[in-house]
């Protein structure tokens, strides 16, 4: 069965400090990773999205890394903001019909001023 | 563009009525997806919608019915609402990009059964 999981769950840090959350995947055959924010009350947006190929990828303050080997990924959070405070999710598309994805639990960050 | 939009907000139901959620979307994408996330558990399929006309089990429909109205409009049924069914429900439509499907959600629908 295809699984993602995330740790840790929850994480408080202080604001300017940085921060990176872990992702473990069995998901196969394997397509993308994705990086979602959730903040509380709304619904995910996309951060990053990494093929195969693909190693790192950076959106602002956020860099994300895969090895496909080992069936990693990592969420590297720059100079926390207060607006960092959210859920992020992990989550691998199968590289099979429907693209389907799977969805990790979530890790939620607390940025404290 | 309002991306994709969902009524209601909130919804409380007691055991065993019916109500429908409502999902657009004005991006003119093909798919649809509607997900439920549950505290500490990742977003599960319920149902997805690959073109207009067409729809799909997904993990979880035990309990749910779907309508693709029309390109823009995707709607998940209860017939008899269950505690089980209390949830977040997301529903989300992608569109094809180099390799993938991009996909973008609404802001949920928080329905609680008593």
């Known amino acids: 069965k295809n699984q993602v999981e995330q740790s840790p769950q929850s994480l408080i840090i202080l604001e300017g400090k940085n921060c990176t959350l872990q992702?473990?995947?069995?998901?196969?055959?394997?397509?993308?990773l994705r990086w979602y924010k959730q903040d509380t009350g709304r619904g995910p947006v996309s951060l990053t999205i990494?093929?195969?190929?693909?190693n790192t990828k950076s959106n602002g303050r956020y860099t994300a890394t895969l090895d496909a080997d080992t069936k990693q990924s990592s969420l590297h959070i720059t100079a926390s903001q207060l607006s960092d405070s959210a859920s992020y999710i992990c989550?691998?598309?199968?590289?099979?019909?429907?693209?389907?994805?799977?969805f990790g639990g979530g890790t939620r960050l607390m940025v404290k001023p | 563009n309002a991306g994709v939009t969902q009524t209601p907000k909130f919804q409380v139901l007691k055991t065993g009525q019916s109500m429908t959620l409502q999902c657009a979307q004005d991006?003119?994408?093909?798919?649809m997806y509607w997900y439920r996330q549950d505290p500490g558990m990742g977003l599960r399929l319920i149902y997805y919608?690959?073109?207009?006309?067409?729809?799909d089990k997904g993990e979880v429909p035990n309990g749910y019915n779907v309508s693709r109205l029309n390109k823009r409009e995707f709607s998940l049924r209860l017939e008899s609402a269950a505690p089980s069914q209390t949830s977040v429900y997301f529903c989300?439509?992608?569109?094809?990009?180099?390799?993938?499907?991009?996909?973008?959600f609404g802001p949920g629908t928080r329905l609680t059964v008593l």
């Open positions: 992702c473990n995947y069995t998901v196969s055959p394997f397509s993308n």
């Open positions: 991006m003119n994408h093909n798919s």
């Open positions: 989550v691998v598309s199968a590289g099979n019909a429907g693209n389907m994805l799977t």
């Open positions: 990494m093929t195969f190929s693909e």
């Open positions: 919608s690959a073109s207009e006309g067409t729809t």
């Open positions: 989300a439509s992608s569109r094809p990009r180099a390799g993938y499907n991009e996909q973008f």
